[in-house]
């Protein structure tokens, strides 16, 4: 079953795959590339790893992870929008990684995988996507087998007031005018996308989430100046 706020998100982004990775490299300053690295390094994948990308979008994360692992691994991307996993399996295949990745649509909130399969379960840019991040960290937690990790990398309010100033003129102002020149689509994206950054939870908050859910260890990171927060926890073995 898919609620308001799901159906809402699914709408916004199945009208984005295309642009989508050009538009997260402007606004996130070049740097997204960066944060996907300090993603992959703190999974720590193995070569033959089965590794989760909740709510893959067009399997950015997803490809540096199958970049990471062997032929014999596997990435597994999530996603309740179509075109986005359709966008990502076409990306992969150009970048001769369909042998490492397969692709499954549903919900962060209700992943159809058994417990204890995966190594390492990540959520990009899209806990303030979905419609409970509890139970998302439920689920991921879940799947995640004992010693494994579940990361959450998304985008936060920065802690400096005098940056918060420049990126907020640039993140609410700018950045929508000019989804609105792209198309009227990225124009509702963008203005989204702003307002979810407004009300995102703090790494800490994030990390809080995670020891309710029963994962250990966790470790939120602000990366470059706190534009987003990487949040890192470990399921007990
Ligand atoms: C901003 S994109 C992030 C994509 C990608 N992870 C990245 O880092 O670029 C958000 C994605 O989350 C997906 N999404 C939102 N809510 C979801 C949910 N409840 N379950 C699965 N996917 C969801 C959307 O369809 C969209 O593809």
Redesign the pocket.
């Known amino acids: 079953m898919y609620d308001s706020?799901?159906r809402y998100?699914?709408s916004l982004?199945?009208k984005v795959?295309l642009e989508?990775?050009l538009l997260?490299g402007l606004l996130s300053f070049g740097q997204?590339r960066k944060w996907?690295s300090f993603v992959v390094e703190q999974a720590d994948p193995m070569a033959d790893s089965l590794v989760l990308?909740?709510?893959?979008?067009?399997?950015?994360?997803a490809a540096d992870f199958a970049n990471a692992i062997a032929n014999n691994g596997l990435v597994v991307g999530?996603?309740?929008?179509l075109s986005?996993l359709q966008t990502a399996k076409e990306r992969l295949r150009q970048r001769g990684l369909s042998g490492r990745t397969d692709w499954v649509l549903?919900?962060?909130?209700s992943l159809p995988f058994r417990e204890n399969c995966f190594r390492s379960a990540s959520?990009?840019?899209?806990l303030r996507?979905?419609?409970?991040a509890r139970l998302?960290f439920r689920e991921m937690a879940r799947a995640t087998a004992p010693g494994g990790v579940v990361i959450s990398?998304d985008f936060a309010r920065p802690p400096n007031r005098v940056f918060r100033l420049f990126y907020y003129d640039y993140l609410l102002g700018l950045f929508p005018i000019f989804g609105r020149i792209v198309s009227q689509a990225w124009g509702r994206t963008l203005s989204y996308?702003g307002r979810s950054i407004l009300k995102s939870r703090t790494g800490t908050q994030i990390a809080t989430l995670m020891v309710e859910e029963g994962l250990s260890d966790t470790r939120p990171v602000p990366l470059t100046q706190g534009i987003v927060y990487a949040v890192y926890g470990k399921k007990q073995s």
């Open positions: 706020k799901a998100v699914r982004f199945s795959p989508y990775d997260l997204d996907r990308d909740v709510a893959t979008g067009t399997g950015l994360l999530v996603d309740l929008t986005m549903a919900r962060a909130e959520i990009s840019l899209a996507n979905v419609s409970d998302t990398l996308l």
